[in-house]
């Protein structure tokens, strides 16, 4: 397993966002070795008044492996026009 934990404040025109990649286990347990996966999770939130808006998703993706999820978050903070309406 793979610790991540990624946390960028992106700015997209006037508005700003929390950037956040993370490993995560899988709780549900609902097959055999479930509880020692790992999935890697993107998630954007907008700050507004300097306060994350952890309620409203704006972008939400898991991924399977840390590459994808670092490449991913990296991609984002590049093109975020690409992955989510500002």
Same mark, same amino acid.
């Given at each position: 397993?793979?610790?991540? &934990?990624?946390?960028?404040?992106?700015?997209? #025109? !006037?508005?700003?966002?929390?950037?956040? $990649? %993370?490993?995560?286990?899988?709780?549900?347990?609902?097959?055999?070795?479930?509880?020692?996966?790992?999935?890697? &999770?993107?998630?954007?939130?907008?700050?507004? #008044? !300097?306060?994350?808006?952890?309620?409203? $998703? %704006?972008?939400?993706?898991?991924?399977?492996?840390?590459?994808?999820?670092?490449?991913?978050?990296?991609?984002?903070?590049?093109?975020?026009?690409?992955?989510?309406?500002?």
């Amino acid at each position: 397993m793979r610790d991540l &934990e990624l946390k960028n404040v992106l700015k997209v #025109d !006037d508005k700003e966002f929390l950037v956040s $990649t %993370i490993s995560m286990k899988i709780r549900h347990a609902f097959f055999d070795g479930d509880d020692d996966k790992v999935v890697y &999770e993107t998630m954007v939130f907008e700050i507004i #008044d !300097d306060e994350v808006q952890y309620h409203k $998703t %704006i972008f939400n993706e898991r991924y399977n492996t840390p590459d994808e999820a670092i490449a991913e978050h990296g991609a984002i903070l590049k093109n975020p026009k690409a992955f989510f309406i500002a």
